[in-house]
């Protein structure tokens, strides 16, 4: 599961380029945790909807847990159908 | 555009929300809570939000975003406007204002008052959230929109530059900004350029938007959104409305900017006035659209109708792009540039008069020709730095709420003639004099109300700020409707501070005029606001400089009023060109009565007085021009100069000059202090000859004189 921090955005999406990469690697399901987070930017999302497609290819289900309702609408606007 | 660029666009965006801010949350309080003004308190923190965003500035942003929340809840009703609420609001704003402006900034202080407003946001948001029913979390729910009835749509095409993100720049801010700006009718987001999982570069921007958006508002506030990244990215925006067949609820709305439909028609001769005039009495009794008639009766093709159709969007994206920001250096230089050109111009004239032939006679006329232009030139660049009073007066509203709740006071203020227009300089300095005498108002002219109830006046005090043209100048009014100021203390101070005598018989204006000297004050006692014995010489001082007059009228138990008078420009005189010995002066032509040569007989010496005119019956101070100056003059009698009579504050005197060279408009530049300290020069003028000409401070000279 990876957890998601507050104001997860550009500074930290290399990071979390690479934490996704390893997580999309390992067997089973994928559990990203939005518990904690108040926003995202651009680059998140277009990460998520990437890292989202690469699991479908590889039939790897991918769960987001606990999007709170400005984050939804953030995705949403990105076109990620929730 | 450089991220400095952003911040700077950004501050200076924001300054200007933040006193339309202050000014609506302060007139909220008033209404008891008025929707249209708490929507667009909401839309200026929603700016403020996204904009700060965009511009980097985050602790703005969060604390922003925060703020947009609670007013969310007001806005939803969920929270009802009272003292404690708009309390924090203006609180909230005066948190960004420090955080946004102030250079000394203490981060820790700053931080400690943020904590301590987030605290309260949280406290009001608990107590407006209790009720509410928890959603499922399976839900989507959309965070709740302004909701727009718009009759406008626009198509908006976003495709972000792949590097936007070193920029500081997050697309999806805009995007938000966008979507909140009007109902969504249509969006698909432009996926095509993400790639794979594997070859994607995080930091990279991949995505884009089209959106149809529905929304009341012009297509210059959606270009507004793009503000920052208009210039480097795809970002186009289309009006489509017209492929949108709902009807508008208003005929008029189709044409309400810019030219109407059928006026264009007219224009381009396919129908006749005639014509037009019949089908918009059609048009009024079957409610269609004025094209549609006009192809049902035939009397133009729908090829022409859409081609009008066409010029008329042209004509609407020509005015929607007609307002630019400029930077108001630009101005000041373009007027020194033009300064520069009337120079040149009164040299090319001086050359003329001294040639002798047919060319002198040709360069005179295309120099006429030329005057009528640059005269045009200098009005409209005037005409651009021309901005309008009511923005400046509206900052008071928070000055006065919070002045006179300080002092247990009720004060409305009152905003009449917004919209007069004064030169952009004048208006950045009337800004301390007017405080200065708001304030006084607020101290030492409303009464407390069991006095006024007991004057039988409302327990509430008005204080009005008001402005308007007359002859050619800007006045500003202070008005209150206090106690007025009184006579008598003011004679008893004077007295005392050795500046009338006793036995004076002294009259009512004389009297009001002694509250602008420096260190007097009437008042008993020092207050917070005002009472130090300092403010309105300080007043007066900073009018002048703007070469403008100040009077009070006061009625004892009524009020008091007052007036300062102002130019409507400090960049150009109309001036008189006058010669002493080889100098030449320029006298301000709106203080020139008359100019005479006086009969030797009418000048006389008086004890007190010194040397004066008689002129009409009346004595006039004389003032040799060459003795103020220390120079040598041609003339030393006065029966053989002339005398120009100018008049300030009604006070007259006579100029006595060698003589009158004729008139000119006079381009000012300012004389540092360390040039001249003399109050009876205003500033210099650079002649066609290139000489410099000192040009008179008539108001000033009087003051040195007395």
Same mark, same amino acid.
């Given at each position: 599961?990876?957890?998601?921090?507050?104001?997860?955005?550009?500074?930290?999406?290399?990071?979390?380029?690479?934490?996704?990469?390893?997580?999309?690697?390992?067997?089973?399901?994928?559990?990203?945790?939005?518990?904690?987070?108040?926003?995202?930017?651009?680059?998140?999302?277009?990460?998520?909807?990437?890292?989202?497609?690469?699991?479908?290819?590889?039939?790897? $289900?991918?769960?987001?847990?606990?999007?709170?309702?400005?984050?939804?609408?953030?995705?949403?606007?990105?076109?990620?159908?929730? | 555009?450089?991220?400095?660029?952003?911040?700077? @666009?950004?501050?200076?965006?924001?300054?200007?929300?933040?006193?339309?801010?202050?000014?609506?949350? @302060?007139?909220?309080?008033?209404?008891?809570?008025?929707?249209?003004?708490?929507?667009?308190?909401?839309?200026?923190?929603?700016?403020?939000?996204?904009?700060?965003?965009?511009?980097?500035?985050?602790? /703005?942003?969060?604390?922003?975003?925060?703020?947009?929340?609670?007013?969310?809840?007001?806005?939803?009703?969920?929270?009802?406007?009272?003292?404690?609420?708009?309390?924090?609001?203006?609180?909230?704003?005066?948190?960004? !204002?420090?955080?946004?402006?102030?250079?000394?900034?203490?981060?820790?202080?700053?931080?400690?008052?943020?904590?301590?407003?987030?605290?309260?946001?949280?406290?009001?948001?608990?107590?407006?959230?209790?009720? !509410?029913?928890?959603?499922?979390?399976?839900?989507?729910?959309?965070?709740?929109?302004?909701?727009?009835?718009?009759?406008?749509?626009?198509?908006?095409?976003?495709?972000?530059?792949?590097?936007?993100?070193?920029?500081?720049?997050?697309?999806?801010?805009?995007?938000?900004?966008?979507?909140?700006?009007?109902?969504?009718?249509?969006?698909?987001?432009?996926? &095509?350029?993400?790639?794979?999982?594997?070859?994607?570069?995080?930091?990279?921007?991949?995505?884009?938007?089209?959106?149809?958006?529905?929304?009341?508002?012009?297509?210059?506030?959606?270009?507004?959104?793009? +503000?920052?990244?208009?210039?480097?990215?795809?970002?186009?925006?289309?009006?489509?409305?017209?492929?949108?067949?709902? $009807?508008?609820?208003?005929?008029?709305?189709?044409?309400?900017?810019?030219?109407?439909?059928?006026?264009?028609?007219?224009?381009?001769?396919?129908?006749?006035?005639?014509?037009?005039?019949?089908?918009?009495?059609?048009?009024?009794?079957?409610?269609?659209?004025?094209?549609?008639?006009?192809?049902?009766?035939?009397?133009?093709?729908?090829?022409?109708?859409?081609?009008?159709?066409?010029?008329?969007?042209?004509?609407?994206?020509?005015?929607?792009?007609?307002?630019?920001?400029?930077?108001?250096?630009?101005?000041?230089?373009?007027?020194?540039?033009?300064?520069?050109?009337?120079?040149?111009?009164?040299?090319?004239?001086?050359?003329?008069?001294?040639?002798?032939?047919?060319?002198?006679?040709?360069?005179?006329?295309?120099?006429?020709?030329?005057?009528?232009?640059?005269?045009?030139?200098?009005?409209?660049?005037?005409?651009?730095?021309?901005?309008?009073?009511?923005?400046?007066?509206? !900052?008071?509203?928070?000055?006065?709420?919070?002045?006179?709740?300080?002092?247990?006071?009720?004060?409305?203020?009152?905003?009449?003639?917004?919209?007069?227009?004064?030169?952009?300089?004048?208006?950045?300095?009337?800004?301390?004099?007017?405080?200065?005498?708001?304030?006084?108002?607020?101290?030492?002219?409303?009464?407390? $109300?069991?006095?006024?109830?007991?004057?039988?006046?409302?327990?509430?005090?008005?204080?009005?700020?008001?402005?308007?043209?007359?002859?050619?100048?800007?006045?500003?009014? @202070?008005?209150?409707?206090?106690?007025?100021?009184?006579?008598?203390? /003011?004679?008893?101070?004077?007295?005392? !501070?050795?500046?009338?005598?006793?036995?004076?018989?002294?009259?009512?204006?004389?009297?009001? &005029?002694?509250?602008? +000297?420096?260190?007097?004050?009437?008042?008993?006692?020092?207050?917070?606001? &005002?009472?130090?014995?300092?403010?309105?010489?300080?007043?007066?001082?900073?009018?002048?400089? +703007?070469?403008?007059?100040?009077?009070?009228?006061?009625?004892?138990?009524?009020?008091?009023?007052?007036?300062?008078?102002?130019?409507?420009?400090?960049?150009?005189?109309?001036?008189?060109?006058?010669?002493?010995?080889?100098?030449?002066?320029?006298?301000?032509?709106?203080?020139?009565?008359?100019?005479?040569?006086?009969?030797?007989?009418?000048?006389?010496?008086?004890?007190?007085?010194?040397?004066?005119?008689?002129?009409?019956?009346?004595?006039?101070?004389?003032?040799?021009?060459?003795?103020?100056?220390?120079?040598?003059?041609?003339?030393?009698?006065?029966?053989?100069?002339? @005398?120009?009579?100018?008049?300030?504050?009604?006070?007259?005197?006579?100029?006595?000059?060698?003589?009158?060279?004729?008139?000119?408009?006079?381009?000012?530049?300012?004389?540092?202090?360390?040039?001249?300290?003399?109050?009876?020069?205003?500033?210099?003028?650079?002649?066609?000859?290139?000489?410099?000409?000192?040009?008179?401070?008539?108001?000033?000279?009087?003051?040195?004189?007395?």
């Amino acid at each position: 599961m990876i957890l998601l921090d507050e104001d997860v955005g550009i500074k930290q999406i290399k990071g979390l380029y690479e934490l996704l990469k390893i997580e999309l690697d390992e067997p089973g399901e994928l559990v990203i945790d939005f518990s904690n987070v108040r926003r995202i930017d651009l680059s998140v999302a277009q990460l998520i909807i990437a890292a989202g497609r690469e699991s479908a290819a590889n039939d790897k $289900p991918v769960k987001l847990k606990s999007i709170p309702d400005d984050v939804k609408y953030q995705l949403h606007l990105c076109g990620l159908k929730l | 555009m450089s991220e400095t660029g952003i911040r700077d @666009v950004f501050l200076a965006e924001a300054r200007e929300i933040l006193e339309s801010l202050e000014s609506d949350i @302060v007139q909220l309080e008033e209404s008891g809570g008025n929707q249209d003004i708490i929507n667009r308190i909401f839309r200026y923190i929603h700016t403020l939000k996204g904009s700060s965003g965009i511009a980097g500035i985050n602790r /703005v942003y969060e604390f922003t975003h925060r703020l947009e929340n609670l007013l969310d809840d007001v806005r939803a009703g969920k929270l009802s406007v009272d003292d404690r609420i708009i309390d924090l609001i203006l609180k909230s704003i005066d948190w960004v !204002q420090n955080e946004l402006y102030c250079e000394t900034l203490d981060i820790e202080k700053s931080d400690e008052k943020k904590g301590a407003l987030l605290l309260q946001i949280d406290e009001f948001m608990g107590t407006g959230k209790a009720d !509410q029913v928890k959603q499922p979390a399976s839900e989507l729910k959309l965070p709740q929109k302004i909701i727009y009835h718009g009759s406008n749509y626009y198509n908006v095409r976003a495709v972000f530059k792949q590097d936007i993100f070193e920029f500081g720049i997050d697309p999806l801010m805009i995007i938000e900004d966008l979507a909140a700006s009007g109902d969504v009718v249509s969006r698909k987001v432009l996926k &095509s350029r993400l790639p794979k999982f594997s070859d994607l570069d995080p930091e990279k921007c991949y995505i884009g938007w089209e959106f149809v958006i529905k929304t009341d508002k012009p297509m210059s506030k959606i270009r507004d959104v793009f +503000l920052f990244v208009m210039d480097d990215n795809e970002i186009t925006i289309e009006d489509v409305t017209q492929n949108y067949s709902e $009807p508008a609820d208003d005929p008029d709305i189709e044409i309400y900017e810019g030219k109407k439909l059928g006026e264009i028609m007219v224009e381009k001769k396919i129908i006749s006035e005639k014509d037009l005039e019949s089908v918009i009495n059609l048009q009024d009794s079957k409610n269609e659209k004025l094209g549609d008639i006009i192809i049902k009766k035939g009397l133009a093709s729908e090829k022409d109708v859409n081609e009008a159709l066409k010029d008329q969007e042209k004509i609407k994206k020509k005015l929607e792009f007609s307002t630019i920001r400029v930077d108001t250096n630009k101005l000041d230089n373009l007027m020194n540039l033009l300064g520069e050109i009337v120079i040149g111009q009164s040299a090319l004239s001086g050359i003329a008069e001294e040639m002798d032939d047919e060319s002198a006679f040709l360069l005179k006329n295309a120099l006429y020709a030329l005057d009528r232009t640059t005269r045009e030139f200098q009005e409209q660049i005037m005409g651009i730095r021309m901005i309008p009073v009511g923005p400046t007066f509206e !900052q008071f509203r928070r000055f006065v709420r919070d002045s006179a709740h300080n002092v247990q006071k009720e004060i409305r203020l009152v905003i009449e003639g917004g919209d007069t227009e004064l030169d952009k300089t004048v208006i950045e300095r009337i800004n301390d004099p007017l405080k200065h005498m708001i304030r006084n108002s607020i101290d030492h002219g409303i009464e407390i $109300p069991e006095e006024r109830i007991k004057a039988g006046k409302d327990p509430a005090g008005t204080v009005i700020l008001r402005a308007y043209h007359q002859e050619g100048n800007v006045f500003i009014e @202070v008005a209150d409707d206090g106690k007025g100021v009184s006579l008598a203390r /003011v004679r008893e101070k004077g007295i005392k !501070q050795g500046l009338v005598r006793p036995e004076e018989d002294i009259g009512k204006d004389k009297l009001l &005029s002694l509250l602008f +000297l420096p260190g007097f004050s009437t008042a008993s006692a020092i207050g917070d606001l &005002s009472g130090r014995g300092v403010g309105m010489d300080v007043v007066k001082t900073n009018i002048e400089e +703007l070469r403008g007059t100040v009077q009070l009228k006061s009625e004892e138990g009524n009020g008091t009023v007052v007036k300062i008078k102002l130019p409507l420009t400090l960049a150009i005189i109309d001036g008189m060109l006058v010669s002493s010995g080889k100098n030449i002066y320029i006298v301000p032509l709106l203080s020139v009565v008359e100019s005479i040569q006086p009969k030797k007989e009418d000048v006389r010496t008086v004890e007190g007085k010194g040397e004066v005119i008689l002129v009409r019956g009346e004595y006039v101070s004389l003032i040799r021009l060459y003795d103020l100056f220390g120079i040598e003059a041609k003339q030393t009698d006065p029966s053989q100069a002339l @005398v120009v009579i100018v008049e300030s504050a009604n006070t007259r005197v006579g100029l006595m000059v060698d003589d009158l060279i004729g008139q000119q408009q006079i381009v000012i530049k300012s004389l540092e202090n360390y040039i001249t300290r003399s109050r009876a020069v205003s500033g210099a003028a650079i002649l066609g000859d290139g000489k410099v000409a000192l040009i008179i401070d008539i108001h000033g000279l009087i003051s040195e004189l007395e």
